[in-house]
């Protein structure tokens, strides 16, 4: 009897903790409804606030991109708040656990918040979803890290920080080539996975426009698998100099691991930018002479940078990666851009359910406006066309002493 | 066989099988009230078909696990083979068939149709092992399935569809468009699925397991679940029935799956995996194992139980949160002192209510 006494007070206590924390929530929203009333009013405090909901896994296989893409957003709009500027930004960001279904709950949740701005997903598939709401909803949207090209494909409201994955396949084999490093080349990806599909087939449809010989297509289904054996013995069969991974580096470590010490095999390894943080997983020896296509180097002197690692590493205790670092940037590319909307406060004075409308076509214009040009820390001088893409400098580091070394 | 106790014995559970209905038409009556009052939230409304589809999802595949009583651990599967070809048939339709609810219709039976082929591939071999060997086996069907569509492009242009193993194979017209492209999955789907059809197909569905389970072939499923060699001596074909029960539940999870890949723009097979699978086997299991409106209960509940937890400060321990409860209903509804105590109860309330009748019939 005692133990079923206990067990009513625990769901008591569960379900007690639960009703508490809704009713907080009614009080938190109250009160920012109240605050949105104030921003119109010019008489206020003068500034105009507006609201970023993000989206992106905190929990799931894939909570480390989605945490590093809320974190990197959290301190870009720490920091604008800090400025005090005439614009002040809410966040909030919800998860997803990368599956569509609850991409579109979050993005519903973030609706019924009065979101003004979407920031996400960080997963493709789940992008995808969202991007087709926020398109029929009127919500303007960049995601950082959604790098299909299905997520901004016949949509004019969504924006990517990222570049898009055939799109990094072409140029990965581009620099192949004209820095002379190999002619054959075997390819390893993960056909389960759509981000890496999308970048090796990219890569293997332009290869021999450039004069690189594809010599063999070698595909593991799942993060999970732990042999690559097989796959590493086909390409030093067909004689492959270098050895494309366009993967994710929980898997691109075992590889590394099992074509030294099991295999003996050398050849140069190159990456794609799911490669990023590859240097906390294995030792330096193993990753020396690993290059990579990626937008960010935390190890970079540069002031805007350097400034931005360390303040992630203060708050978080861990280095930030490219996910990270785009979400940065997307939270003040749409800044930047709201800055130069002229007729804003007019926009933040509507209500609510056209506010989002107004200012998605009013975000879409100045973006897609050939003047508009953004400097972040994943690349400077970035652009953006009316179909949703970046165009930025790509980046190639390899890997020397335990850091990356841009070339 | 007394008259008397018959007719007593049809009529509880015809009372059962239409309170099952009255609840789902009240649920979905106050739901579109409220809707038209602009009372309930976005994230509810979007809930709404996906809980229909597990709704579907955990009846069916009750009818395999509670009323069949064999534990199949593939039933995501056939979601997914539901789910990508009524995709592909309402991308095909598209011209063809303009009216969206038509299209939608027409894309849950093909969804259905092809659940039940799988499930005939699937049941006719795998229905031979029993038990835990039947797990087994019904899981690395379920994960062939998803490997199977991961790898697989499928493409439309004019000269009708094109299938293949790699993009660059698929062949297509400059005015032809993938509609399924291997890990990427569908994508761009035009979205059909609407509340009523989720409504209308719980409906079919309880239509037909309450009157499956209620009949003649539905007796000799049960019989097989309590006792498989008795059955077997009175002349109940085992094969026959066992598939009979399959099948059906795979051709409802096939349209489950069709409804729930027209709600959403992109549907990768990975969603379709071994996770989806068990969380559909929990609901069954939280709602009672042959416990038709347990599995309405548990689906309904379970599936907007975490979006429900996105509030204030207990956001970021959702899943937790989420998890505790779990083990907690598992834990009470296993717990032989609560049990005998909600018994107790229900035999009181019910005495209230029908002082009238024998003790027997109220239990």
């Known amino acids: ?407 | 066989m007394s008259g008397k106790t018959k007719t007593l014995r049809v009529r509880k559970t015809t009372v059962n099988a239409l309170i099952n209905y009255a609840m789902v038409i009240v649920v979905f009556a106050a739901t579109q009230i409220l809707i038209g009052q602009g009372a309930i939230s976005n994230t509810i409304q979007s809930m709404l078909v996906p809980v229909c589809c597990y709704v579907v999802m955990a009846v069916s595949l009750n009818l395999t696990v509670g009323i069949l009583g064999e534990l199949s651990l593939g039933h995501a599967g056939f979601m997914s083979l539901g789910a990508f070809s009524g995709i592909i048939a309402a991308t095909l339709l598209q011209d063809a068939v303009p009216a969206a609810p038509l299209r939608l219709a027409i894309a849950m039976v093909v969804g259905g149709v092809f659940g039940g082929v799988g499930g005939v591939i699937i049941g006719l071999p795998v229905l031979r092992l029993r038990g835990d060997y039947l797990a087994i086996v019904t899981l690395a069907f379920g994960e062939i399935i998803k490997n199977v569509i991961q790898v697989l492009y499928i493409g439309l242009d004019e000269n009708g569809l094109h299938f293949a193993t790699k993009e660059a194979n698929l062949a297509l017209s400059e005015t032809g468009k993938a509609i399924l492209k291997g890990p990427m999955g569908a994508t761009g789907v035009a979205k059909l699925a609407s509340f009523t059809a989720g409504f209308l197909l719980i409906l079919i569905t309880l239509f037909v397991v309450q009157n499956l389970v209620d009949s003649r072939a539905g007796r000799a499923i049960l019989s097989l679940r309590d006792n498989r060699i008795a059955a077997e001596s009175v002349g109940i074909s085992v094969t026959k029935y066992k598939l009979m029960a399959f099948v059906i539940s795979a051709v409802l999870a096939g349209a489950a799956g069709a409804l729930y890949g027209l709600n959403y723009s992109s549907t990768v097979a990975s969603k379709f995996d071994f996770n989806t699978s068990i969380l559909v086997l929990v609901y069954v299991v939280l709602g009672g194992l042959g416990s038709i409106r347990g599995s309405i209960i548990a689906a309904a509940v379970l599936t907007l139980l975490p979006e429900l937890l996105r509030n204030g400060a207990i956001n970021d321990y959702r899943m937790l949160i989420y998890a505790i409860i779990l083990i907690l209903v598992m834990l009470v509804t296993n717990n032989p002192t609560l049990r005998g105590g909600v018994d107790m109860a229900v035999k009181r309330i019910r005495g209230i209510g029908k002082k009238e009748q024998t003790e027997g019939g109220a239990q």
């Open chain 1, 1 to 407: 009897m005692k133990k079923f006494l206990a067990m009513l007070m625990a769901a008591a206590m569960v379900f007690g903790a639960a009703a508490c924390s809704s009713g907080n929530n009614t009080g938190n929203n109250g009160g920012n409804a109240g605050n949105d009333g104030g921003s119109g009013d010019a008489g206020n405090d003068g500034a105009i606030v507006i609201r970023i909901g993000g989206i992106g896994p905190r929990t799931g296989d894939t909570a480390m991109y989605g945490l590093a893409t809320e974190r990197g957003a959290q301190i870009a709009v720490d920091e604008i708040n800090a400025l005090g500027g005439d614009i002040q930004l809410e966040y909030r960001f919800e998860d997803d656990t990368g599956v569509a279904e609850t991409a579109v709950s979050a993005y519903n949740t973030l609706k019924d918040w009065d979101v003004d701005v979407i920031y996400g997903c960080t997963t493709t598939a789940p992008c995808v979803s969202v991007a087709a709401e926020t398109y029929a909803d009127r919500y303007f949207q960049l995601t950082p890290s959604a790098s299909s090209t299905d997520v901004t494909a016949d949509k004019d409201n969504v924006f990517q920080m990222c570049f898009t994955d055939p799109g990094q396949g072409v140029t990965a084999a581009d620099y192949v080539a004209e820095n002379g490093l190999a002619t054959k080349v075997g390819v390893i990806y993960n056909n389960g996975d759509a981000y890496s599909t999308g970048i090796a087939q990219g890569f293997i449809a332009h290869a021999p426009e450039v004069g690189l010989e594809v010599v063999t297509e070698q595909t593991f289904p799942d993060d999970s698998n732990t042999d690559f054996t097989v796959q590493l013995t086909a390409c030093r069969d067909a004689g492959a100099e270098l050895v494309f991974m366009p993967i994710y580096y929980t898997p691109a470590a075992l590889i590394l691991n099992q074509a030294k010490n099991q295999l003996n095999y050398s050849p140069l390894f190159f990456g794609g930018d799911g490669m990023d943080g590859i240097l906390g997983v294995v030792d330096e020896s193993l990753a020396k002479g690993l290059m990579l296509l990626t937008p960010f180097n935390a190890s970079s002197t540069e002031e805007a940078t350097a400034n931005f690692v360390a303040k992630y590493e203060a708050d978080y205790g861990e280095t930030p990666n490219q996910f990270a670092a785009d979400g940065y940037d997307c939270v003040y590319a749409i800044y930047q851009a709201l800055q130069q909307i002229d007729n804003l406060a007019e926009i933040a004075a509507m209500d609510p359910a056209e506010r989002h409308t107004a200012l998605c076509d009013a975000l879409v214009s100045v973006f897609t406006s050939p003047d508009f040009s953004f400097s972040g820390i994943t690349g400077s001088g970035m652009t953006w066309g009316t179909n949703g893409e970046v165009t930025k400098d790509p980046m190639v580091v390899v890997v020397e002493g335990g850091a990356y070394v841009t070339q």
